[in-house]
């Protein structure tokens, strides 16, 4: 059956750093763009950075870009998000997804990233 399993989330002071994990499993990981969502209580939930199958292309989030990167093993069918200078304001269930053509086919359970001191 399909799956994606995230981890790496947690509790992190400002300025500091995670990495997000993201295993597939079930299905052809290496046709399909990955992306990394978020959601903080109350908000919609945002997309936060995405790469495609062969990872040669990637977009982020404005109010990421410079402190995010998204990579990806197809190998290991794992996406990873490395996410330094951590602020308060990205505190959110993170979630990854699976998609073909930007319609998703697949969603993670999400992980907890908390960011305060």
């Known amino acids: 059956q399909v799956q994606l399993v995230e981890s790496g989330g947690g509790l992190v002071q400002p300025g500091g750093s995670l990495r997000l994990s993201c295993a597939a499993s079930?299905?052809?990981?290496?046709?399909?763009?990955m992306s990394w969502y978020r959601q903080a209580p109350g908000k919609e939930r945002e997309l936060v950075a995405r790469?495609?199958?062969?990872?040669?292309?990637?977009n982020y989030a404005d109010s990421v870009k410079g402190r995010f990167t998204i990579s990806r093993d197809n190998a290991k069918n794992t996406v990873f998000l490395q996410m330094n200078s951590l602020k308060p304001e990205d505190t959110a269930v993170y979630y990854c997804?699976?998609?073909?053509?930007?319609?998703?086919?697949?969603w993670g359970q999400g992980t907890q990233v908390t960011v305060s001191s």
């Open positions: 997804s699976a998609d073909r053509a930007y319609y998703i086919s697949y």
């Open positions: 079930g299905f052809t990981f290496s046709i399909y763009a």
């Open positions: 790469i495609t199958s062969a990872g040669g292309s990637t």
